[in-house]
């Protein structure tokens, strides 16, 4: 690898990208403290195993590093796409460890399925992820639970419905409808 | 949106949420992908929920991987980027002669046939067809067609990961899907070349899947 550019904290997320599209250490290096404890813990969420989650975060970044040159911005932010590969990658490893998923009983999803917060929440959370984070809460439980299932675990909605004990209709209605409302408030947040 | 194409747009119903989570599968996929082509207002649709999914990701709290995680990642990358290197240049070496076979023999084709057909236009029939392998929305690979009968396909893949045999095929204008062949992935990697039966401009996608018939990526070209 090549070294070219000098990378601080302000660089963008698309300029660090480029410069490991051309092979540029610093950029890697800097991409990879950049995302590292985001794609760590993404992936530990899912996959509840430390070992497990440096594997997949591991796989997820080597992809990233690889297809840096093929990176579309149209098709999403740096920081969706590399989320994305890590969801998908470690949703991935835990089907094919257990190809009949069990509940997910790990932190994230107590995190994320509870109403208490942490007081340090709000210093860490960005303002985009902020307005996220309490469009879920403000979802009733069952719905948030579904979206939780689905979105962050990747269960179907037939693994919602056998997961939760509910019918397949009502675990439809329940991610449909928390779905509509994390719509209705992000164009809220987003209307001037 | 007439009628029909709002009757359209209901049956698809719960298939838009499961596609926009990544969970839909099967068949169901394929006729979403399929009515996606033809309906705006469920391609804007899905991109807002996509949106949503994707934001909630962010929601997933920081963990802090082991000592040395960093330091494995970046020799793992190095070791890996030394090998793809080296397999670019080989690679880069037979595809450029590929691609020199494939010019040659469409030009040389297309000259037989623009000299009997005399009306041809020789811009429209030597003109080769190119498009990129998707696949999850990320290109991994790109596949050009000859003009002519036969045509000869280049097929360029880097799929990151999968590695063993996988097949090849084409799906005609007439909506008949063909196999062209076979051939290997190596650490993710492969380039091929091959004759298509056909007339290269009858092909409207070609795609690659695994022994179970599981399309790994695919590549679609203007009608």
Known sequence: ?192 | MSRDESMKCEALGDDLIEFALGTLSGRSRSLVLDHLETCAHCDAELEALAGIADTMLWLAPEAEPSLGFETRLIERYRSSDTRRLSTRRRRAGVFALAAVLVAVLGIGVDAIVTSHAGTTSPSATTRPLTGRLMSDGNVVGQVSISSGSPSWMIMDVDTGAISGVVWCQVTLANGRIETVGKFTLAHGYGSWIAPVKDSGSHVRSARIVNSNGTVLAEATFAA
């Open chain 1, 1 to 192: 690898m090549r070294t070219r550019g000098n990378y601080n904290d302000e660089a963008s997320d698309e300029a660090l990208l480029s410069g490991v599209a051309v092979g540029d250490d610093r950029a890697v290096l800097a991409f990879v403290r950049r995302y590292q404890r985001r794609l760590f813990g993404l992936a530990l969420g899912i996959v509840g195993d430390p070992g497990m989650a440096e594997d997949v975060a591991q796989e997820a970044f080597i992809r990233i590093l690889r297809h840096a040159a093929v990176y579309d911005a149209r098709r999403g932010s740096v920081a969706t796409w590399t989320l994305t590969i890590t969801r998908n990658l470690a949703i991935d490893a835990v089907r094919v460890r257990r190809p009949i998923p069990t509940a997910p009983e790990d932190r994230v999803f107590l995190t994320l399925v509870s109403d208490e917060r942490s007081p340090d929440d709000a210093a860490v959370l960005s303002d985009s992820v902020t307005q996220a984070r309490a469009a879920l809460d403000a979802l009733p439980i069952d719905q948030r639970r579904a979206i939780v299932l689905a979105v962050m675990y990747g269960r179907t909605v037939a693994e919602v419905a056998s997961l939760e004990a509910i019918p397949l209709g009502t675990a439809k209605s329940r991610i449909r409808l928390g779905l509509a409302k994390l719509r209705e408030a992000a164009a809220v947040a987003e209307a001037p």
